[in-house]
Each structure stands twice: as structure tokens, then as C-alpha cells.
T-cell receptor
Framework: GAVVSQHPSWVICKSGTSVKIECRSL??????MFWYRQFPKQSLMLMAT?????????EQGVEKDKFLINHASLTLSTLTVTSAHPEDSSFYIC?????????????FGDGTRLSIL | GEDVEQSLFLSVREGDSSVINCTYT??????LYWYKQEPGAGLQLLTY?????DMKQDQRLTVLLNKKDKHLSLRIADTQTGDSAIYFC??????????FGAGTRLTVKP
């Protein structure tokens, strides 16, 4: 089945650091990638949708200058949390979808736990 | 906005069947999904069903869809301790814009 790899799985860093999270589709071309945030014991909250080669579309309330998303190739999207602060600590999950396989659901990465000290 | 609702907790004994229920409000939903999330992990797609189907079975998993009532259920037969996790119901019109329920925490007691 389709595999999405997310790296790193866990990051601990100091306040003010910028952190980059990678999301790769390993065996299919991801025309669209999604970034979600999940707070403890809560559901997933969509942050942004990125289409390959285009600017990401951010959900209301998500700061685009804070959460930089790049989707430069059909297999890689990155989320950079700039100047991270403790309130940015969360579980970030990416997913990928291919318009070539429209009827196939999104496939999710294993998530990145971000802890800002 | 459109909602997806599911009960937050379910506890069953090992070997029993588990039934997790979900309701949604968007009548244009075309795809309905069940995902499993284990602690500290991402979402694992368990199964999904098209809105023109009533039922889908895959080994121990049975999905039932009542489109009229906008009710989706996931039945896990012979539930094992390894099935303990959070189960998310989700729906979408196009596999892009997905709406998730809050998740049902399934606890399986030995």
C-alpha cells in the first residue's frame, strides 16, 4: 500500500529555533499534501493544503509566516515552524494524496512530536 | 459547519465484538473512512466505503453505512488487546477536504 514517511519523528529544541519537518510519499506521486496539527486527546486540525508547485492554502487562523510550507516536488513537502515557542509544541501529521488515483484516500505519515522548551 | 460526531470512549472484553458509531451531517459526503491511531503514532487507514455502498467487510472489520440517517459504524469482531487505540471516523466529498470526528478511545480488557 501507499507509504508516507515523515521525519523527524520527535524534536526537542529551544525557544526561538526554527524546525523543519519533512513529509515524503515513497511509492506514489503526491499531487496534494496536507499538514495537520493534533493537540493531546483531540482530533486532527487541518493547517494547510499544498499542491505541488503552488503556494499552500492555509486554514483560517493559521499564520503562514509562522508555518512555512514548501511542496517543490511530487514526493516531498516540508513544514518549517519558524522561531518556535512553547505554544507551538504539538503533534504534527502530514498526509498525501494523488489526483492520479482520485478514489484513493489520503495516506498519513507517522507524525512528528515537537517539544519547544 | 458540517460535523462528524462519535462517542469518546468504548470499553470491551477481549474476544467480544466492538462497535464504534459515527454520525455526520454533510449529505454530499462521498467517502467515509475509519482510521486507527495508536499512542504517539500517525493515522493508519483501516477501511473506507463509498456512499453508494451499504456495507464493506474486510477480515475482522465490518463497516455499515446508513446513508439516510448519515450513520456509519465500525464493527471489530473478536477484539484483541492490540486493537486498543483511538479510532477516527472521517468523511470527504473528494478525498481532499476531510472532516474528522473527535475519535473514540477503545479499551480492550483481558
Amino acid at each position: 500500500g501507499a507509504v508516507v514517511s515523515q521525519h523527524p519523528s520527535w524534536v526537542i529544541c529551544k525557544s526561538g529555533t526554527s524546525v523543519k519537518i519533512e513529509c515524503r510519499s515513497l511509492d506514489f506521486q503526491a499531487t496534494t499534501m496536507f499538514w495537520y496539527r493534533q493537540f493531546p486527546k483531540q482530533s486532527l486540525m487541518l493547517m494547510a493544503t499544498s499542491n505541488e508547485g503552488s503556494k499552500a492554502t492555509y486554514e483560517q487562523g493559521v499564520e503562514k509566516d509562522k508555518f512555512l510550507i514548501n511542496h517543490a516536488s511530487l514526493t516531498l513537502s516540508t513544514l518549517t515552524v519558524t522561531s518556535a515557542h512553547p505554544e507551538d509544541s504539538s503533534f504534527y501529521i502530514c498526509s498525501a494524496h494523488s489526483s492520479l488515483n482520485y478514489h484513493q484516500p489520503q495516506h498519513f505519515g507517522d507524525g512528528t512530536r515537537l517539544s519547544i522548551l | 459547519g458540517e460535523d462528524v460526531e462519535q462517542s469518546l470512549f468504548l470499553s470491551v472484553r477481549e474476544g467480544d465484538s466492538s462497535v464504534i458509531n459515527c454520525t455526520y451531517t454533510d449529505s454530499s459526503s462521498t467517502y467515509l473512512y475509519w482510521y486507527k491511531q495508536e499512542p504517539g503514532a500517525g493515522l493508519q487507514l483501516l477501511t473506507y466505503i463509498f456512499s453508494n455502498m451499504d456495507m464493506k467487510q474486510d477480515q475482522r472489520l465490518t463497516v455499515l453505512l446508513n446513508k439516510k440517517d448519515k450513520h456509519l459504524s465500525l464493527r471489530i469482531a473478536d477484539t484483541q488487546t492490540g486493537d486498543s487505540a483511538i479510532y477516527f471516523c472521517a468523511e470527504s466529498y473528494n478525498n481532499n477536504d476531510m472532516r474528522f470526528g473527535a475519535g473514540t478511545r477503545l479499551t480492550v480488557k483481558p
